[in-house]
T-cell receptor, first 114, second 113 residues
Framework: DVKVTQSSRYLVKRTGEKVFLECVQDMDHENMFWYRQDPGLGLRLIYFSYDVKMKEKGDIPEGYSVSREKKERFSLILESASTNQTSMYLC?????????????FGAGSRLTVL | GESVGLHLPTLSVQEGDNSIINCAYSNSASDYFIWYKQESGKGPQFIIDIRSNMDKRQGQRVTVLLNKTVKHLSLQIAATQPGDSAVYFCADHGSSNTGKLIFGQGTTLQVKP
């Protein structure tokens, strides 16, 4: 019954390393999102995509990039990880259409940057 | 910018009591709201939603109330159970047409046996 899968639940990386977080959904959703979750700050949108090869910046895109080569897959890339990117990263997907977009979330990827 | 805020970061209730979690939003043009529940080690899961043409919507043991005049919504959980212990988020569709949600900071509900 798994619908949004994040490939890594826990990662530990060093400062300056390149990090890939992968997300796959099997619901044929058009929209996909990457959020980061930090205590006291809730969920903040990093990037989202509403179609293959399309991407839009969210509220905190600095230090991140994304890739959407296939409809079911949305990757978050940290080109050079820094300690302030230590966080829980949540991927979500949703169908197209305002008001119909109840997001389905993955279980999250907890990244620690040393 | 648009924002969504919760009134209390933590709420502690006795098992069997009713719980009320509050949320305020800033965008008067917002017309769709969702409540999510996040259990430890899991991603947020949909609980209930409400559109702005409604004041109240009921689910199984949960009720969402929307007051557009003061831009406030609440989630009521009846007969709270230990399995209700989680972080609860309200989310707002905002005024965008891209399907993205604006989330509040979350309220941690602790259920005492």
């Amino acid at each position: 019954d798994v619908k949004v899968t994040q490939s890594s639940r826990y990662l530990v990386k060093r400062t300056g390393e390149k990090v890939f977080l992968e997300c796959v959904q099997d619901m044929d959703h058009e929209n996909m999102f990457w959020y980061r979750q930090d205590p006291g700050l809730g969920l903040r949108l990093i990037y989202f995509s509403y179609d293959v090869k399309m991407k839009e910046k969210g509220d905190i895109p600095e230090g991140y990039s994304v890739s959407r080569e296939k409809k079911e897959r949305f990757s978050l890339i940290l080109e050079s990880a820094s300690t302030n990117q230590t966080s829980m990263y949540l991927c979500a997907s949703g169908s197209r259409g305002r008001g119909a977009n109840v997001l389905t979330f993955g279980a999250g990827s907890r990244l620690t940057v040393l | 910018g648009e924002s969504v805020g919760l009134h209390l970061p933590t709420l502690s209730v006795q098992e069997g009591d009713n719980s009320i979690i509050n949320c305020a939003y800033s965008n008067s043009a917002s017309d769709y709201f969702i409540w999510y529940k996040q259990e430890s080690g899991k991603g947020p899961q949909f609980i209930i939603d409400i559109r702005s043409n409604m004041d109240k919507r009921q689910g199984q043991r949960v009720t969402v109330l929307l007051n557009k005049t003061v831009k406030h919504l609440s989630l009521q959980i009846a007969a709270t159970q230990p399995g209700d212990s989680a972080v609860y988020f309200c989310a707002d569709h905002g005024s965008s047409n891209t399907g993205k949600l604006i989330f509040g900071q979350g309220t941690t509900l602790q259920v005492k046996p």
